[in-house]
């Protein structure tokens, strides 16, 4: 069974400045996705990002990128010029193809930005 | 225009009853999912259908009963509840086939058993 680990329980970061969160995973897949997920106090789960396994290239979405490394099942998060509206819990997640396969998530990481 | 949607968003109720849960997407997706995130925060797959089948059922008690009348809804029911049912319950959808396969959730419901 796969399995998704965020090492760090609680990060904080100063406004505008920038974090990355952890996440490594574990499968025997070579086609899957990856996904990272930001759920702020309202509890609504929101999608920030998503990498296919069998692209090289790091998705990229604004201030979110990836940094993807598939050798080493890592799939860590960076937050680039961090705004307060980022606090919240981000969650990784792994899905097996095909797509209607259910997420495996992590236990989540909580941001906390600084004014 | 709310693409998945569930209600109610708050439900309290005492032990032993017995509630339900409904979820309806607008997206025209083909697969729906409940998810269960306990109080640290852990979300877990419970269920998952495509096109009204069953075709995910991890290991939940039998109290828990989920229903797809359609495509665009997928109810849960749940039995005799307990104090450990406690939680927040997501239902999501995605898109078997097709470029986005993405899952899009619902805004959760907390349930809270007394």
């Known amino acids: 069974a796969q399995t998704v680990t965020q090492s760090q329980p609680e990060m904080s970061v100063q406004e505008a400045e920038t974090v990355t969160l952890s996440c490594t995973y574990d499968?025997?897949?070579?086609?899957?996705?990856l996904f990272w997920y930001k759920q702020p106090p309202s509890r609504q789960m929101i999608l920030v990002i998503r990498q296919e396994a069998y692209k090289q290239q790091n998705a990229t979405e604004n201030r979110f990128s990836v940094n993807f490394q598939k050798a080493a099942k890592s799939f860590s998060l960076k937050i680039s010029d961090s705004q307060l509206g980022d606090a919240a819990m981000y969650f990784c997640a792994y899905r097996s193809a095909p797509g209607n396969t259910p997420l495996v998530f992590g236990k989540g990481t909580r941001l906390s930005v600084i004014a | 225009d709310t693409a998945v949607s569930q209600t109610p968003k708050y439900l309290v109720t005492q032990m032993g009853n017995d509630k339900s849960i409904k979820c309806e997407q607008n997206l025209g997706h083909d697969t729906m999912y409940w998810y269960k995130q306990d109080s640290k925060k852990f979300l877990k797959i419970m269920f998952s259908y495509n096109n009204k089948e069953l075709i995910i059922n991890e290991t939940v008690p039998n109290r828990f009963s989920p229903k797809s009348p359609d495509k665009a809804h997928l109810n849960l029911h749940i039995n005799s509840l307990e104090l450990g049912d406690s939680a927040v319950y997501f239902c999501?959808?995605?898109?078997?086939?097709?470029?986005?396969?993405?899952?899009?959730f619902g805004p959760g419901t907390r349930l809270t058993v007394l």
């Open positions: 499968t025997s897949e070579s086609d899957y996705y």
């Open positions: 999501a959808s995605s898109q078997l086939a097709g470029v986005t396969d993405t899952q899009y």
